[in-house]
Nanobody, 117 residues
């Protein structure tokens, strides 16, 4: 059993920054991969970034160089630092966690990020 709770979303101007947090609780030792997804209105949910327990990271091409995913094991928290934000980044951002081969991964409730002047 794993619970994921996102926070840190809000309204920011283009070019601004925001840091999202995902606090994990429960049987977190079962999780080997954590990631951030986002879903904009009328669009499918897409992978933004992921990080493994070994520290390997992946990023969507659209956010490379602007977003950074990190993990603080002491706090059982995963972060997504978002810089140089664009209106196209507006979406609900979701945290997820699991292992390769799992059918169902854990998901947070989502946090809204709005980039607008």
């Amino acid at each position: 059993q794993v619970q994921l709770v996102e926070s840190g979303g809000g309204l920011v101007q283009p070019g601004g920054s925001l840091r999202l947090s995902c606090a994990a609780s429960g049987s977190i030792s079962s999780i080997s991969v954590m990631g951030w997804y986002r879903q904009a209105p009328g669009k499918q949910r897409e992978l933004v970034a992921s990080i493994t327990t070994a520290g390997t990271t992946t990023y969507a091409d659209s956010v490379k160089g602007r977003f950074t995913i990190s993990r603080d094991n002491a706090k059982n928290t995963v972060y997504l630092q978002m810089n140089s934000l664009k209106p196209e980044d507006t979406a609900v951002y979701y945290c997820n966690g699991g292992r390769e081969g799992w059918i169902n991964w854990y998901w947070g409730q989502g946090t809204q990020v709005t980039v607008s002047s």
